[in-house]
Each structure stands twice: as C-alpha cells, then as structure tokens.
C-alpha cells in the first residue's frame, strides 16, 4: 500500500493550492506536500528568495476563491492596485490591461498557505531534495530524493505525484510519457531580477512610479526582450525589476558596445527613476530574506501534455506564465483549482492513469491554455522590434478593442491594419504590419486548434503533430519580420 494518496512535488504557491483543491474535492484523500525549504521559510525559489514582482490579478484570486473556498487577504495582500501600465518606450503610450489587482508579500503568502494547508489535513515534509519519480509498472509510484539535514535517501510512494517543483523540476524528465515535453528552448526563457526597496519620493511622474497602478517600461536598450517594471507596494515602497532574453541582451550589447548584464541592468533602471529617490532594500521582516534575486521564467505556452499515468505538472514547472507578461501566479491559480479537483475525482474513480487524468489537460486549456501558443508568436515578434517599431505601433496600430483584448490576456486582432483609409509610415512600420497580421491570422488557426484539444490521449498525436507543423512553419516565417 502507497505511504499518500498525493504528493506534492514542491510547496510553493501551485504545490500549497493544488493541495487544497484536491482536499477540497476529495476530503478523505491523504496529502503530503514535499519542499526543499526549511520549515521557517516554506516556498523559496531559491537560496536568493521568493523572486517574483508579486502582481496577481484580483480575478484569478476570486477565480481560486470561487473554485476551492480559500481567501487571501492581508498581510500576504500587502497593497491593492488598479490594474498594469504598459509605456511604450516614449512613453508616449500606455496600455492598461489586467484590471484590478493585488501586490503580494511572497515571504508571508507561504506561511500562511502552509498554515490553511495543514488544517485542512495535508501533512509537510521540509528540507527534502526532490531528485526524481518512482516508476513503477509505467506509472509515478512516488518521489525520491535527499534530506538535505541527514543526507539520508528520501523515499515516499504515493497513488499520484503533483510536481509543483517550478521552473527548474527534476521530476518532469523522468515522467514516463512520450507527450510530457521535457524541456523547452532557451528562447523562451526569460532571464529576470527585482529588488523590493523603500525610497523617498522625488519628482512627480506616474510613467516611473504611480501607488495605484504597476508600471512596465517596454524598452529594448533597457530590458532587451522583455521589459523593466515598478510595482508599488506602498506610497514609497516598491518592487522594481526588468527580464531580458539572454541572446538580445547580447545583440543589444554588441549593438550598443556594452557589457550589461541583468544585475547592472537593474541598477541602471533603477538609477533613472527619477520618482524614486535614496532607495534602500527593505529591511522589514517579511521582506528581509527576500529584497533581491534572480530567476528565470519561462514565456511560452504550456506544456503541450501535462498529465502521465500517475503523474501532474503544474505552475512553472509546466511553463505556465503569460507568454507576453510572465505573470505565472494566475494560471497557476487556475490550474491548480483544476488539478486538484481532477486528481481527486481520478482517484476516487480508481484511475489515475494518464485517461484518467486527461481531463486537466482539456479543463486548462478551455480555461486558459487555449490562448498561450498565440501569444507566444506574439510575443516572439515583439522582441524582435526597434524601440521606434514599439513606439509607433503602440501609437497607431491599437484600436481600443485591441487594448480591451490585451487587457484579457488575448491577441488582439490586427486583421485591418494597412486597409484602405490607412497611411503606414515607414518600411519596418509596414513590415510590423505585417507581422502583426501574420500573428494574427496565427493566433486565430492556435486558438481554434486548441479548442479541439483531444478529449483522451487517443487523439493527442496527430493533434500534436498539427501543432508543431503550424508553429514551426509560423516561427521560420516570423524570421522574415525580424530586424
Ligand atoms: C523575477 C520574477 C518576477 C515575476 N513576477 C511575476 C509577477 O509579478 N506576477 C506573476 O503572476 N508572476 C510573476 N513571476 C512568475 C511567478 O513568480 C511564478 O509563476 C510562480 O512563483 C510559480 O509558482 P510555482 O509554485 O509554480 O513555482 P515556485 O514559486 O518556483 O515554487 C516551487 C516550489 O518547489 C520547491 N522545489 C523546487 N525544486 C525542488 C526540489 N527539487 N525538491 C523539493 N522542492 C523543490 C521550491 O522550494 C518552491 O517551494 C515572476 C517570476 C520571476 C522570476
């Protein structure tokens, strides 16, 4: 007989509500979550902190609530927003999407999950390092790994194993599955750091610092495929940050004969900020293990099969974050309502083979995933613009339902541009154009195909093979709009 029902592969924010969700739908179930962290501070990314820019929207929060009845409030809520602020380089645009929203304490957030967690039944091991997945018979039996105080193997079994693990699983690659993709291209990681600091106010200008709405600054001398951001945590607290993609940095160093890296990145985008004066890393104690860090995020869609006989990825480990924003704490919300009510219901039926767990992967997507692999052209494109390609198109080629689908996480629909009536100045505007229809009429065939993910793992080949035939044929023509 298995030691768990469940286990969860790594608490931090995915692993704690996948937890709670599968209690939620399946009460007698018995849960172990397994972390790495030491008990004092559950849910570290890694030894630097919980590095995040800590924005969620209040809609996937309520989306959780709704699903699995667990509410957040303060302190892990630490301050309330409008909503997200996209500048272009010149500033001379802005873009809100996002709406109303949350800034969270990462530090607080898993003290207090772990706390709801354990009184709903689920046990905790800490200071474990998961190292990979019992196998047996072609179905995850179990985890094993080292107690990093002993050094002692480390070895339980389970029905099911939840890998929550986050960007950097080890689990995932010895799923045993032809579907579960096990790595991604180095593209689609985004390389990114922050700094969670107090400061004095200095001038008056909400395109650098605004206590009701989070800022992001496309920019590519300054976040070379990616973007710099300043979110606020307070009249005069703030988490500020940028992510690039490693190979733009480098054309952008080479363009700009420079030897950047993301730390002096950060300090540079710091030192502009002329609404932020004298900042200092916060010392507070919610924040003192975490003021500053690197991580990466990935920026693609999900995975493309996220279930195996006995086996469920979810959060990072299975690249959930928005392809455009990175914002991961969302979809992990989403998906880990889903995942645990569908854990559960497997398991209650006696199947948690890969059939029976299928649905996760059909109730995501319908949810959420149908949108990424779209957005991951979208934002394929973005990166490779000029500054002045970013700053024209968000000045003239954004109609207010494009800025409402953006606001909804959605490719808008750039189908029009260039039609009569409509003066494009410049060759690489006309060439963004063209682009931009080009995603566009992309992103409409992803979502379609995408809405006929198959209903069981009978179908996944061919569509698969369907996927990737459009997305390599899509990625080479892109090439074509590259500067
Ligand atoms: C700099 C930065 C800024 C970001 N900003 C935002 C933002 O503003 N908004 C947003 O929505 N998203 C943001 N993201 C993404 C967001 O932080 C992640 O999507 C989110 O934390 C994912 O949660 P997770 O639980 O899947 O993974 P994680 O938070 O990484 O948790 C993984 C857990 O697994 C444990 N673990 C890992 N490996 C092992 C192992 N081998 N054995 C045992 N335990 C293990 C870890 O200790 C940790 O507790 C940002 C990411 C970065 C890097």
Redesign the pocket.
């Known amino acids: 007989m298995a030691d768990y029902d469940v286990i969860v ?7 704690t509500v996948t937890a709670q969700s599968v209690l939620k739908h399946g009460p007698g179930l018995s849960v172990l979550v ?4 030491p008990e004092t501070m559950p ?3 890694n030894t630097a902190g919980w ?6 929207s209040k809609e996937a929060v309520d989306y959780m609530t709704e699903n699995i009845g667990v509410k957040w409030g303060e302190p892990e809520i630490e301050h309330k927003v409008k909503g997200v602020m996209a500048f272009s380089p010149d500033r001379e645009t802005s873009i809100p999407f996002d709406g109303d929203g949350y800034m969270l304490n990462r530090q607080l957030l898993p003290e207090r999950q772990n706390e709801r967690t354990i009184n709903m039944g689920v046990k905790f091991e800490f200071e ?4 990979g997945l019992i196998i047996e018979d072609g179905l995850a039996a179990g985890v094993k ?1 080292v107690d990093a105080k002993t050094r002692e193997p480390f070895r339980k079994t389970c029905r099911l194993v939840i890998d ?7 689990l995932r690659g010895q799923a045993y599955s032809d579907k579960v993709e096990k790595r991604i291209d180095r593209h689609d990681i985004e390389s ?3 700094y969670i600091m107090y400061f004095e106010p200095g001038i008056h200008d909400t395109t650098e610092f605004d206590p009701d709405y989070c800022i992001i600054h496309l920019d590519q001398d300054i976040a070379p495929g990616g973007y710099g951001w300043v ?1 606020p945590k307070g009249d005069k607290k703030v988490n500020i ?1 940028l ?1 690039v993609e490693k190979s733009l940095l480098e054309s952008r160093n080479a363009r700009m004969n420079k030897k950047d890296t993301v730390n002096t990145l950060m300090d540079e985008y710091l030192a502009r900020n002329k609404a932020i004066e004298n900042p200092r890393l916060s010392e507070d104690g919610v924040d003192k293990n975490n003021a500053t860090g690197i ?3 990935s920026v693609r869609r999900q995975n493309d099969c996220m279930v195996a006989g006995g086996y469920i990825l979810v ?3 299975a690249w ?2 928005k392809p455009l924003d ?5 979809p ?1 919300l989403v998906a880990g309502s889903i995942a645990g009510r569908c854990a559960a219901e497997a398991l209650e039926a006696n199947d948690p083979s890969e059939a029976g767990l299928w649905k996760y992967n059909k109730e995501f997507i319908n949810e959420y995933g149908y949108k990424t692999a779209g957005l991951e052209l979208f934002r394929r494109l973005i990166q490779t613009l000029t500054n002045e390609q970013i700053n024209y198109g968000m000045k003239h080629f954004l109609g207010n339902l494009d800025v409402e689908s953006i606001s909804k996480g959605e490719h808008p629909d750039f189908g029009g541009l260039g039609k009569i009536g409509m003066i494009i100045r410049g060759a690489l505007n006309k060439r963004l154009a063209d682009g931009l229809r080009f995603t566009t009429k992309q992103n409409k065939w992803l979502v379609e195909h995408y809405r006929s993910y198959p209903e069981s793992p009978g179908g996944f080949a061919e569509w698969n093979k369907e996927l990737h035939r459009v997305l390599d044929e899509s990625n080479a023509r892109l090439e074509q709009f590259a500067n």
């Open positions: 592969a790594g608490g931090g924010l995915a692993g397994v972390d790495k962290s849910g570290k990314k590095i995040c820019g800590d924005a969620v474990k390092n998961l190292t790994g929550a693990t986050g960007m950097t699983s080890l990114t750091g922050r979110f940050g992510g991580f990466q995020v959060g990072d480990s959930m974050p990175a914002g991961g704490i969302g992990a």
